[in-house]
DNA sequence: CGCCGGTTTGAGTCCATTCAAGAGGAGTGG
DNA sequence: CCACTCCTCTTGAATGGACTCAAACCGGCG
């Protein structure tokens, strides 16, 4: 278990829920844990796993994802830096998806143990991770409504509306214009299209001005008007609902 | 606020994620709350609202949903006894997404604060609660699945499935053999699809002898057979990895 | 009896898919 | 430096699943 600045994000995070007070901070950064260097496409836990550990993203991206009886995948979430990538697998005890990552990362590994400890002894602390899971719920919630009802365009608009305030919101890159970690592929997965599809709605997009590419990065001319064509409303991210009661 | 009896549902919940003490048990038994019958098709929470309380079913079914730019909607939760209904719209602060009964329903609301306190002077209350969120979180990721990469039948024959199997483990019937309270517009919108084909959906599962229907029961002669034409496996349910750790 | 919400059915259309092939780019090794 | 490979992206053509539009049917209920 090394130096405990690898888990700053993770208070910069909770920070955002609860205001807690210099105890709560020092347990929380007095997490055990284990930084570990990953390559890209590297499992981080595999469904029906019984993981020990959680774990902390502090740097590059990974996914959660499903692969269905006739082998086709689904993506349900993306993650970026400070996000909390796997609760849900490990404090159930059994995994219930694949989380992988995308680019090479660097993680924290948390066991689980220490997660339940420090939410039963800083019950306040618990309470904004609790929050962080209602947070997810919410995304997923709109993940669901922006599969099953609108349109490609719309959908994968919403995508990148969605990446870009979350990037910014992270510091990493401005929602207007930012390099996008994801390929064709992995994008026609998580709006449950396929890839030649969206590759056509990409090339939509840009001829309607509503986007240009480069490489694999995106910039946004006028987010006004992506975010009106993608029907996207920054609500359901909760980014200004913080700290709504504790503190 | 009424007879505490009308929680139980809640203990019984919780102590599936935890084996509560008397004393915890007591707590949450003498949490304030207010019982109300409501009307089928009532509004619980709206988008925007910002709940005072959470709500805990205790009779009835209800949904959660989105209205979409176009005035289409979108279910991403069906809810019955037992389920918490609404600690996402109200601990967040500001709702993000509709509650509303399909069902003539009993409900008990909870101060958002009295859930807060709770969770705080009993931590490990709070975090069985945490758990119900995390597990909530997997039956989304699971209708994101559903919903992307799954043909009708499938699709359908799924949301069959998952209902059926919660409705048993809820004591409410049979797995195989139960009324499934929805119109063919609501199962549209929890599946992404449209009431016309829905229909014919269901007249396909029927003619390939996977299931009957009679008014709006369905019965299911093969569970084994349905579950492989779905796709399911009730993994994500974690209805078995109850009280994991706690207890 | 007649209304009304929900269900059922038909016909035509379209969006997204499948299948297939080619182009671009990065990395490897001769 | 060039050939070779692998992966990703791009494009075309044909197919098909789900949609829209529209009408009819059904059962419960005032």
Known sequence: MTMPSALAPLVTKLELWA??????????????????????????????????????????????????????????????????????????????????????AKVAFIPREAIQTLAVDHPRVGLAMWYDTLVDGSIFREWIANIARRDGPARLAHLLCEFGLRLEYAELGSRTDYHLPLTQEQLADATGMTPVHINRVLKDLEQRGLI????????????????????????????????????
């Open 212 to 247: 240009t590419r480069s490489v694999r990065s995106v910039g946004i001319a006028d987010w006004d008007l992506l975010q009106k064509a993608a029907d996207f409303n920054s609500a359901y991210l909760h980014l200004k609902d913080r700290a709504p009661l504790l503190g």
């Open 19 to 104: 205001q807690l007070d210099p105890t709560e901070r020092a347990a929380v950064l007095a997490l055990p844990h284990r930084v570990e260097q990953l390559e890209a496409h590297r499992y981080i836990a595999r469904e029906g796993d019984q993981p020990r550990a959680s774990c902390l993203l502090t740097e590059g991206f990974a996914i959660r994802q499903k692969i269905l009886g006739d082998g086709s995948r689904s993506i349900s979430a993306i993650h970026m830096r400070g996000d909390v990538v796997d609760l849900q697998n490990s404090l159930l005890g059994k995994a219930d998806h694949n989380v992988q990552t995308v680019t090479p």
